[in-house]
Nanobody, 124 residues
Framework: VQLVESGGGLVQAGGSLRLSCETSGFTFDDYAIAWFRQVPGKEREGVSCIWISDGSTNYDNSVEGRFTISSDNAKNTVYLQMNNLKPEDTAVYYC??????????????????WGQGTQVTVSS
């Protein structure tokens, strides 16, 4: 299982970024793909998740209405469109995969395959 994130960068508050998570090495349709983020000294927190087989999604309350998760099944890639970014969105963003689904609450120990992360910095 391989996951590679891209699309991070520096953006001003109110701006937008689209993160990509390219996957390989597993049957894409059988997995849930989630985005997590982490700042130094804090636990990794769940942002959003998509269950590829039926397209169902969930979001953390802090990003609901601003972030959109989607998948391109032909490319085995999941995207996170982030709009109206805020300084508190600054973090390293990771994508992760698990065959058991998103779960009612996104909790990082439930996911056993991870990408290397991409830095998102939002300036005020």
């Amino acid at each position: 299982v391989q996951l590679v994130e891209s699309g991070g960068g520096l953006v001003q508050a109110g701006g937008s970024l689209r993160l990509s998570c390219e996957t390989s090495g597993f049957t894409f349709d059988d997995y849930a793909i989630a985005w997590f983020r982490q700042v130094p000294g804090k636990e990794r927190e769940g942002v959003s998740c998509i269950w590829i087989s039926d397209g169902s999604t969930n979001y953390d309350n802090s990003v609901e209405g601003r972030f959109t998760i989607s998948s391109d099944n032909a490319k085995n890639t999941v995207y996170l469109q982030m709009n109206n970014l805020k300084p508190e969105d600054t973090a390293v963003y990771y994508c992760a995969a698990d065959s058991y689904g998103c779960g009612a609450v996104l909790w990082w120990p439930d996911f056993n395959s991870w990408g290397q992360g991409t830095q998102v910095t939002v300036s005020s």
